[in-house]
């Protein structure tokens, strides 16, 4: 089998600290050999292409801070590369952690440059959906999509979503479904291997696909083609049957020195969401799991953001690495700025609170500093330790204008209780009175 020399992973097996180990070391307040440790075992992954140069080294793992992903990308419909990068404008500024470029129409390849030279952060694709832009459904074959991985690994995408474990062995089942196939790259694939009578074609030319990956340092993140749509669908056979072959590639990525991490699930009740995350993490040889909500309600169409974040924060808790953000519209249309603004800061909330939850290092010290900053009415400080400073500061002076006594002692209480009512504000009162006594 082929195995690269250059990656990160073959570094970190070699006993090697590169500079990305050793940035990603000083962000997550661990070790630098933790961290090595971590991507040689296959725990931790750095996306990093050797060629997208305004990068800001990121680590990916259960064990470090959870990070959150914002898909932006034009559709076939409708979006330029200037719309584009005002959306990822928008998730640098939101503070996502990678993005991916999701685009399936118009010039692809030039929203894709443009994107990969603005951004600090991971850059992901599917290169699946530029295939089938370029060349059509009849254009998918192993020449065509090695020549698309190619191209976008040159031009310096860190992770690319392949879907390479959806075998023809598992459609039956798949389409017994109440929504079948609700992956776009998977029911892309599903339908080449029907109108073929054809294996796969990722997952046959995998081998040929890590020889690319691992000259480039490009990450895998092995796709969920067969991820359920509705909670019926939840962990049934197809789900977990393309997870065991997820399961084998991920191993021979492994192998093969090119880092990996591992898509899933897509919409599960809550009580399922501890055993895929652990059915995972067993069968994938804890390669992180970069999951997409899940979605654990199906009902509640425009606000799907806080219900992928609900799911979010569980399957964070219980060992998720990343979380691929749901805005308001999912299952409704493309979303704008707003929308990613929105997905963005749910997500953040949720993999925050998963931290907090799992004692990470130091993750609980900015609850501790804005609840300082409350008790002694700072809010300034309040603002700019908020994960929306934006919206705080907003709504803050919103409720100051509607006061009829805004200035009213120092304005040491929120329009919520009132200066009079004000239970923080009487505790500071009391604390004070017990301190002149003694």
Not at 179 to 195: C, H, K, N
Not at 234 to 260: H, I, M, P, Y
Not at 354 to 382: G, Y
Request: aromatic share 6%; proline share 4%.
């Amino acid at each position: 089998m082929y195995q690269s020399s250059q990656t990160q992973a073959a570094a970190a097996r070699r006993g090697e600290i590169t500079p990305a180990m050793q940035i990603v070391a000083d962000k997550e307040k661990r070790s630098a050999e933790f961290i090595r440790d971590g991507v040689a075992a296959g725990r931790i992954v750095i996306p990093c292409n050797k060629n997208h140069r305004a990068l800001n080294f990121t680590g990916i793992g259960r064990e470090l801070y959870t990070k959150v992903n914002a898909n932006i990308g034009n559709s076939s419909l409708s979006g330029t590369a200037e719309d584009e990068l005002k959306k990822l404008a928008s998730v640098l500024e939101y503070g996502a952690d990678t993005v991916m470029d999701l685009s399936t129409g118009g010039d692809i390849e030039l929203i894709r440059r443009s994107i990969i030279s603005s951004s600090t952060i991971p850059v992901g694709t599917v290169p699946i959906y530029e295939l089938v832009s370029r060349y059509g459904r009849n254009g998918i074959n192993e020449a065509n999509l090695l020549q698309i991985i190619r191209e976008q690994a040159e031009q310096g995408v860190d992770y690319m979503t392949i879907h390479a474990g959806l075998l023809k062995k598992h459609l039956p089942v798949a389409l017994q479904r109440k929504l079948g196939i609700v992956s776009r790259g998977g029911a892309l694939i599903a339908a080449y291997m029907v109108e073929n009578n054809a294996e796969n074609p990722f997952y046959c030319a995998f081998d040929k696909i890590l020889e690319i990956c691992g000259e480039y340092d490009v990450t895998l993140s092995l796709g969920d083609g067969l991820r359920p749509g509705c909670l019926a669908d939840a962990s049934d056979s197809a789900q977990f049957g393309e997870l065991e072959v997820l399961g084998e590639l991920t191993k021979r990525c492994q192998q093969a020195n090119v880092q990996v991490m591992v898509e899933g699930p897509g919409h599960i009740p809550l009580d399922q969401i501890p055993m895929n995350m652990q059915k995972e993490r067993t069968l994938c040889n804890d390669a992180p799991f970069y999951i997409l909500g899940p979605i654990v309600i199906d009902c509640a169409p425009g606000y799907d953001h806080i219900v992928g974040a609900m799911g979010g924060m569980i399957g964070a808790f219980n060992g998720a690495a990343m979380l691929c953000y749901v805005t308001p519209k999912e299952h409704i249309g493309l979303p704008n700025d707003d929308d990613v603004k929105r997905g963005i800061t749910a997500f953040r909330i949720a993999a925050h609170a998963a931290d907090v939850a799992l004692h990470k290092p130091a993750a609980c010290d900015q609850d501790n500093a804005i609840s300082d900053a409350r008790a002694a009415f700072d809010w300034e400080k309040q603002f700019a330790l908020a994960i929306d400073p934006v919206r705080a500061r907003a709504y803050r002076l919103n409720a100051l204008q509607v006061s009829s006594q805004p200035d009213l002692h120092g304005s040491e209480y929120c329009t919520m209780c009132g200066p009079d009512f004000c239970s923080v504000r009487l505790s500071k009162i009391i604390k004070q009175s017990i301190k002149n006594t003694l």
